[in-house]
T-cell receptor
Framework: DTEVTQTPKHLVMGMTNKKSLKCEQH?????MYWYKQKAKKPPELMFV???????INESVPSRFSPECPNSSLLNLHLHALQPEDSALYLC?????????????FGPGTRLTVL | AQKVTQAQTEISVVEKEDVTLDCVYE???????LFWYKQPPSGELVFLIR??????QNEISGRYSWNFQKSTSSFNFTITASQVVDSAVYFC?????????????FGTGTRLKVLA
């Protein structure tokens, strides 16, 4: 199994809703990533987990809350989002967190905040 | 400071033409890695290649080839005999060994349109 899966594919939520994005990989990778991508821009790193511990938080607002319940799963909990948070949210994984480790991306969740 | 420049915002070619996507990087590290990713309209970034700073050998994989030149800090990507399925946004990325975070520094991407 060489893929990263993400659910849901699309999500529309209001500013008062609470929702979660889910990401799963079964490649035995020990580093997992959340990225945010706006249209016509490159992905922007949000969080990195290494061995299920939060390794990097790129000063992301607290309305985004990551969680890594085990080595295969990564969640992103969303609460009180703003319309400007509408974007494609990509999950990725790599064998380890290290410069030479290529990241494998999931298909993303297209989030619309109304 | 580390930086990746993809000066070509958008390229259009006719099917079967060859096309080269440029990537120029800046880094102070002696050990670093360069990557190319393809992002089709579906959204998923597809890994194409990784190259480390000590390996300047060019690489060919089917219709794809990569030219890494440290002297000009470039890592260019050529598609030979392009096909409509090659239409996508292509990102070049840099990761440094001594940064501590090993984050990807992405270029702004090149949108390739291959016309039938």
């Amino acid at each position: 199994d060489t893929e990263v899966t993400q659910t849901p594919k699309h999500l529309v939520m209001g500013m008062t809703n609470k929702k979660s994005l889910k990401c799963e990989q079964h490649m035995g990778h020990r580093a997992m990533y959340w990225y945010k991508q706006k249209a016509k821009k490159p992905p922007e790193l949000m969080f990195v987990y290494s061995y299920e511990k939060l390794s990097i938080n790129e000063s992301v607002p607290s309305r985004f809350s990551p969680e890594c319940p085990n080595s295969s799963l990564l969640n992103l909990h969303l609460h009180a989002l703003q319309p400007e948070d509408s974007a494609l949210y990509l999950c990725a994984s790599s064998q380890r967190q290290g410069a030479g480790n290529e990241q494998f991306f999931g298909p993303g969740t297209r989030l619309t905040v109304l | 400071a580390q930086k990746v420049t993809q000066a070509q915002t958008e390229i259009s070619v006719v099917e079967k033409e060859d096309v080269t996507l440029d990537c120029v990087y800046e880094t102070r590290d002696t050990t670093y890695y360069l990557f190319w990713y393809k992002q089709p309209p579906s959204g998923e970034l597809v890994f194409l290649i990784r190259r480390n700073s000590f390996d300047e050998q060019n690489e060919i994989s089917g219709r794809y080839s990569w030219n890494f030149q440290k002297s000009t800090s470039s890592f260019n990507f050529t598609i030979t005999a392009s096909q409509v399925v090659d239409s996508a946004v292509y990102f070049c990325a840099l990761s440094e060994s001594t940064s501590g975070t090993y984050k990807y520094i992405f270029g702004t991407g090149t949108r390739l349109k291959v016309l039938a």
